[in-house]
């Protein structure tokens, strides 16, 4: 194609966005947005994943029926909610088995939050509250995302959602309520899980190379930091009702700016875990190679007899 | 050993009696049957549907955005097909 | 034995088997070996937890002493368990989950259909609902089976062996004693041998399609129902049991 002809698409293209026309899986876009969002949306999918895995720890330990079927209706929306995802992937041309690979090889990354271990009860209850708090921040804006697919698929896993952050934040209210004992479990376990949730909003906006161009493209609108400072205004006074403390001694109400100001990240401990070195990086990876590669037969099997059955049928 | 990956098949779900099946969303799986259960599993958790048809994405034929000017743009000059086009005399009822 | 007494048993019976099983289903979760499947075994889990949740609460009132259905799910002994050895049975590959599902959503289903006269209306109510799943299951499973039965030389091969490991267990789903003799008389419970032989012909027509066979040798185990287990069944209450046995007495 003419050089001309790129950019007079490229016009038309940005004009559509500007216009908040929805880009279609047909339709003419830069290989720039396309791979922008293939990282994206994968990047994505392997978070909601991984993201069984934490809580799939617990599963079997569940402390009662209701909370051990809420528990696994909760993962399996999430493995739902990677399949929405990896089939929106799939309509930008690339394969699903393909980016599983770059997953496992290390090439593609999730949300580094998986990267931590799930060590009590209290943790069902912080991950529902906090993560999914953090994750539903971050993704209904992205149900006004400029792809059509990923916004319709966003628009599914927000509806499902809602429930998640409902059935965290009631184990964790159910344990602060509870005896001295629960209550140490709920505040031991937000100390651990309160830094990690803010993180979850990736670098601050002056380290993020993404954020200009992903906005320009209407992929993202708004960026980590302005994220970050809503799930902290909404989440601190939900702690504070619950009688819990947010283990954050610089976190203080600016009657002034009207949010809270808290105290500074620690970006070495978040660099280190999105490099690989987190505490569960290692875990987390293999369980899922593990689950790929045991699934190798099956996967041969029914192809197998998939193409046997059309065969007896061609025959007869 | 063939490396061959399932294909991908295309789920149109009828949310309730009286609608017209819609597009969900894709899936892989082995064959039809796979499909479906697979689809209702996906797809139908919350009680979203009553019928589901799969098809694989590869049967699907689509019209390619580049012609979407010539198929779809004739009919936008055609107003006479939309009964608003029509001017009826006030006081007329039942039309 | 009175039939309050032998209703309760048999109730529990009855729970523990699909509680038991929907754990073991539960173990799955984040790890099947296909996304889609893993979605879909733990719909099955979602199921038998269900189930078992509406037999224990069933259980628990009529037993009346004060316990509920979590009491009865997550706090007993384990000689107090009174699942079959089936579904306690660990789940190996893929292929060996599905053949455990397989055996018992056969069994399942031919059990449910009776119950669904049963003259206990909370009986005949529990089994009504729950049918609608289990023919769910059972075309889920026995799909499965011929997919890896008449799939690919390794999948058969994995497959008959857990046919023929797991076949051991079959003649336990029939078992009855004089638990399920007064209720029968009373109407409550169905005569699990009257289905016997629909049950063998069930899963051999599947098994034949599937290319596979039940071994010929006709060893078989039991004492699930008397509450003598497999060895497996006190690493699975382990786990079930860890909150509620390490911080006793508390709501959650």
């Given amino acids: 194609m003419e050089k001309q002809d790129i950019s007079k698409l490229e016009r038309q293209f940005q004009e559509k966005i500007d216009n908040e026309i929805k880009i279609e899986p047909k339709d003419w876009m830069p290989d720039a947005y396309r791979e922008t969002l293939i990282r994206q949306i994968s990047q ?74 799930s060590l009590t009860w209290a943790d069902m209850g912080m991950i529902g509250w906090l993560v999914d708090g953090a994750a539903i921040m971050n993704q209904v804006p992205l149900c006004r995302c400029s792809y059509g697919p990923y916004a319709r698929a966003m628009v599914r896993v927000c509806k499902e959602e809602s429930f998640h952050q409902r059935q965290g934040f009631e184990i964790v209210t159910k344990l602060a309520q509870g005896t001295p004992e629960q209550k140490e479990m709920a505040q031991e376990s937000l100390n651990r899980w309160w830094w990690p949730a803010l993180m979850m909003f990736g670098p601050s906006d002056k380290d993020s190379k993404h954020t200009a161009q992903s906005m320009a493209w209407k992929i993202k609108r708004h960026t980590n930091d302005e994220l970050r400072q809503m799930f902290v205004d909404v989440t601190v006074p939900q702690a504070e009702l619950i ?64 193409e046997k059955r059309a065969n007896r049928k061609k025959a007869s | 050993m063939s490396k061959k990956e399932w294909p991908l098949w295309e789920v149109f779900i009828r949310s309730k009696q009286g609608l017209s099946h819609k597009h969900a969303g894709s899936l892989r799986a082995a064959d039809a049957e796979m499909a479906i259960e697979n689809a209702r599993d996906v797809y139908t958790r919350r009680s979203e549907g009553i019928s589901i048809w799969v098809v694989e994405s590869e049967h699907v034929s689509a019209s390619s955005p580049s012609e979407a000017g010539p198929l779809f743009e004739p009919a936008n000059s055609k107003a006479y097909r939309h009964p608003t086009f029509y001017e009826v005399p006030d006081g007329i009822k039942h039309m | 034995m009175t039939k309050q007494e032998a209703l309760f048993e048999y109730l529990l019976r009855r729970a523990d088997d699909t509680l038991i ?35 224990y609460q069933y259980a628990a009132k009529v037993e009346d002493k004060g316990r509920d259905e979590d009491d009865l799910a997550f706090l007993r002994l384990e000689r107090e368990y009174k699942n079959v050895l089936l579904v306690e049975q660990t789940n190996g590959d893929f292929g060996k989950t599905i053949v455990r599902q397989f055996l018992f959503d056969h069994f399942q289903i031919l059990l449910y259909e009776r119950l669904m006269e049963s003259k206990d209306e909370q009986i005949a109510a529990i089994a009504a609902k729950s049918i609608k799943e289990v023919k769910y299951h059972l075309k889920h499973s026995s799909e499965w089976v011929i997919r890896l039965g008449d799939g690919t030389e390794e999948s058969h091969n994995r497959v008959q062996e857990s046919v023929t490991d797991l076949s051991r267990f079959i003649d336990e789903l029939f078992y009855q004693d004089e638990v399920d003799e007064l209720l029968i008389k009373e109407g409550v419970a169905c005569d699990t041998s009257e289905f016997r032989s629909t049950y063998d012909a069930n899963i051999k027509a599947v098994l034949d399609e599937a290319t596979l066979s039940l071994p010929k040798e006709k060893w078989q185990l039991d004492g699930g129902r008397k509450g003598i287990h497999s060895e497996h069944l006190g690493y699975l209450l382990a786990e079930l049991q860890y909150v509620q046995r390490t911080h006793p007495g508390m709501e959650w």
């Fill in chain 1, 44 to 117: 994505h999918a392997h978070s909601e994943i991984v993201g069984q895995l934490p809580e799939g720890n617990w599963v079997t330990r569940a402390p009662n029926l209701r909370r051990k079927a809420v528990l696994l209706a909760k993962i399996q929306d999430e493995a739902g909610h990677g399949l929405y995802l990896y089939s929106a992937v799939e309509t930008l041309g690339a394969d699903r088995e393909e980016t599983i690979d770059d997953l496992h090889s290390g090439k593609a990354k999730y949300s580094s939050i998986f990267n931590y271990p």
């Fill in chain 1, 243 to 306: 009688g819990l403390k947010v283990p954050d001694n610089d976190l203080k109400f600016n009657e002034e700016t009207g949010h809270y100001d808290f105290g500074e990240i620690n970006w070495d401990e978040f660099w280190q875990v999105v490099k690989g070195y987190g505490p569960c990086n290692k875990e987390r990876v293999e369980a899922r190679k593990k689950a790929k590669e045991e699934g190798m037969w099956i996967r041969e099997a029914a192809n197998a007899y998939a």
């Fill in chain 3, 21 to 55: 099983l929907g754990h073991r289903l539960s173990e799955w979760c984040g790890h099947g070996p296909i996304l889609e499947e893993d979605i879909a075994l733990t719909n099955l889990a979602l199921d038998l937890v269900g189930q078992a949740t509406e037999l």
